[in-house]
């Protein structure tokens, strides 16, 4: 499996980008994905998931009613939108898929992070 990330870059703060994953090689139709960022020297964080059925997403707090996560099977691709960006979403962001989405979290696939792609570097500055 391969996700590929793209859409970072560097905004201002308060505002916006989105991010793209798309499953290459697969469909992605069948698994929830997840997105995650890591700030060099600390570990990934959950951001946000999607179920393989688009009905569940979650949140993590530091995002929550700032990025949408959404998902076009047809076109095999995953989104995240992030509005009001802050600083600290200073991050590498990548996508993979999950074991488990819910309203209150998500699965990991803790051995599979070293499959992670190279993700997409997203730089909040004035």
């Known amino acids: 499996l391969q996700f590929v990330e793209s859409g970072g870059g560097q905004v201002q703060p308060g505002g916006s980008l989105r991010l793209s994953c798309v499953a290459s090689?697969?469909?992605?139709?069948?698994?929830?994905i997840g997105w995650f960022r890591r700030v060099p020297g600390q570990e990934w964080k959950a951001v946000a998931c999607?179920?393989?059925?688009?009905?569940?997403?979650y949140y993590a707090d530091s995002v929550k009613g700032r990025f949408v996560i959404s998902r076009n099977n047809a076109n095999n691709t995953v989104y995240l939108q992030l509005n009001s960006l802050k600083f600290e979403d200073t991050a590498v962001y990548y996508c993979?898929?999950?074991?488990?989405?819910?309203?209150?979290?998500?699965?990991?696939?803790?051995?599979?992070?070293?499959?992670w792609g190279e993700g997409t570097q997203v730089t909040v500055s004035s």
């Open positions: 993979w898929k999950t074991s488990a989405c819910t309203t209150s979290g998500m699965g990991i696939y803790d051995d599979e992070v070293e499959y």
């Open positions: 090689g697969f469909t992605l139709d069948g698994y929830h």
């Open positions: 999607i179920t393989s059925s688009a009905r569940t997403t």
